[in-house]
């Protein structure tokens, strides 16, 4: 391959469309326009979302919702998802990602575990968060709950 050979994949550019070159090429006297009218002068046509004056669809439709940007997203996973770890074993963000624990990992600051469900192995478990009952739990087990940051 040389630098000079190089060109576009075939049908990637297409030719511009000369307007106004005559009868015969198919885009003549009006240039693709049409007769008269906003679309055919200079300049013309409408912004874009102005449906002619009526009320437009982003005025027509309620607002709903609100986004926290300071929002904290944690990785949620509870001690039901952590029943078939092997005792001993060292649980964290990374080991839950990995081994594919919880549903949604993407796009958080840590891990939080919740209490649903039963632990029998003696598990010790990293995370950001914990609620007391998987707390309880976790210990009641013979393992230990950290807190990381």
């Keep these: 391959m040389r630098i000079d050979t190089l060109q576009p994949a075939e049908g990637a550019?297409?030719?511009a469309?000369?307007?106004?070159?005559?009868?015969g090429s198919g885009l003549g006297k009006t240039s693709g326009k049409g007769h008269k009218g906003q679309w055919a002068r200079s300049g013309g046509g409408?912004?874009?979302?102005?449906?002619?004056g009526q009320m437009p669809m982003h005025r027509r439709v309620p607002k709903r919702g609100f986004h926290n940007k300071w929002a904290k997203n944690y990785t949620i996973i509870n001690l039901s998802?952590?029943?078939e770890?092997?005792?001993?074993t060292v649980v964290?963000?990374?080991?839950?990602?990995e081994n594919s624990l919880a549903k949604e990992v993407k796009d958080s600051i840590g891990l939080k575990v919740l209490g649903g469900g039963e632990l029998k192995a003696a598990l010790t478990v990293k995370a950001a968060k914990f609620s007391q009952?998987?707390?309880?739990?976790i210990e009641k087990a013979g393992g230990t709950a950290e807190v990381t940051e």
């Design 46 to 52: 409408v912004r874009p979302g102005f449906e002619g």
């Design 85 to 88: 770890v092997p005792a001993g």
């Design 133 to 137: 009952s998987a707390k309880a739990a």
């Design 17 to 23: 469309k000369r307007l106004g070159r005559g009868i």
């Design 92 to 97: 964290d963000f990374d080991y839950v990602a």
């Design 13 to 15: 550019k297409t030719p």
């Design 81 to 83: 998802q952590l029943s």
